[in-house]
């Protein structure tokens, strides 16, 4: 089967013909039909997660139909259903077995240290994958299993904002705001400064307010959550959040986080992560899109192109989320 392949960080993916993979006891073989490209998967490729396997395979939102299957996995052939990031646990760790799976220390992670879905086929354990809802077509429902899902269990952790802010409107972003319109929120987009391309689809998906990541939004917000991996955004962030407010940072990396004087975080101000994601997560968040229903922008590419994918991904050249399709 055809796979891209990184070797060393920083070096362009590889296409490659490598052995179908076989399932083990719980696992599922897939056909991928859809993978989605997720800024995770260019900090995998630069180096910046530091225990990727190698060679690996990108990709950690997949939608596949089942072709094969171990004797005890929940999923028989012909199932469609997703992987996503989160790919196995321990399951007896005092995390797994107080519902934080997304912080087992022993958790492995689809597309770092399980082979992904920049592939014709692969392998994930079925305990950890999802249905896909029918309302969705492969394509459409990729982001839904990372952008989706984490952006749903920011959106959680901010609470019940009111005035939400979103920091860095990409696949992610585009998902949380439809999900927070249809809660009833306002929404305030913030975008690299000059994207006008990206401040005008914040505005079509009814953000009642979009502009540069370096102005101040027209009114104080309840909350904020940041996607871009840029660590000027939190005092940026916590200044334009009102006392009490929460800020919320929903990526993997981020760049350093500037010194800023304690009265911007005063006032009982939060700051705080989101790691990972729970099967809990992706249950909710699924059950949830469709009756919203999220609508994904996306731009498809052949798997073979998936280097040039994630180059627009990198200078921000996309509107929603990149595709690859086998």
Not at 108 to 119: I, P, S, W
Not at 163 to 176: C, E, Q, S, T, W
Not at 305 to 318: E, P, S, T, V
Request: net charge neutral.
């Amino acid at each position: 089967m055809l796979a891209m392949r990184l070797h060393a960080p920083r070096t362009p993916l590889r296409a490659e013909e490598v052995a179908d993979p076989v399932p083990g006891p719980d696992d599922v073989v897939l056909r991928v039909e859809a993978c989605g490209v997720c800024r995770t998967d260019l900090h995998v490729v630069d180096g910046e997660l530091p225990d990727a396997k190698r060679p690996v395979v990108p990709g950690h939102e997949i939608v596949g139909t089942v072709i094969a299957s171990g004797a005890l996995a929940p999923f028989r052939p012909g199932a469609r259903v997703g992987v996503p990031w989160l790919a196995w646990t321990c399951g007896v760790c005092e995390y797994c077995t107080r519902g934080r799976e997304n912080l087992c220390p022993r958790a492995r992670f689809t597309g770092y240290q399980r082979d992904g879905g920049y592939a014709e086929r692969t392998v994930a354990d079925g305990r950890f994958c999802f249905a896909i809802p029918a309302a969705y077509d492969p394509v459409e429902a990729a982001p839904l299993l990372c952008a989706g899902l984490i952006g749903h269990r920011c959106l959680v952790a901010a609470g019940d904002a009111r005035r939400l802010g979103l920091y860095g409107f990409g696949a992610a972003a585009h998902i949380v705001a439809q999900v927070a319109r249809h809660d009833g929120r306002e929404v305030y987009a913030f975008v690299r400064p000059g994207d006008e391309a990206a401040r005008r689809f914040a505005l079509d998906l009814g953000a009642a307010w979009a502009g540069p990541s370096d102005a101040p939004p027209p009114l104080a917000l309840d909350a904020a959550i940041i996607f871009a991996p840029v660590g000027a955004l939190v005092p940026a962030a916590l200044q334009a959040v009102r006392p009490g407010g929460v800020v919320v940072c929903g990526g993997i990396h981020m760049s350093d986080i500037p010194s800023f004087p304690y009265a911007v975080l005063w006032g009982e101000r939060v700051v705080r992560s989101v790691a990972n994601l729970t099967r809990a997560d992706g249950a909710a968040f699924l059950a949830v899109a469709p009756t919203v229903p999220v609508r994904v922008a996306t731009q498809r590419y052949p798997l073979a192109a998936a280097n040039a994918a994630l180059d627009d991904l990198r200078h921000g050249r996309l509107r929603g989320a990149a595709v690859l399709v086998p």
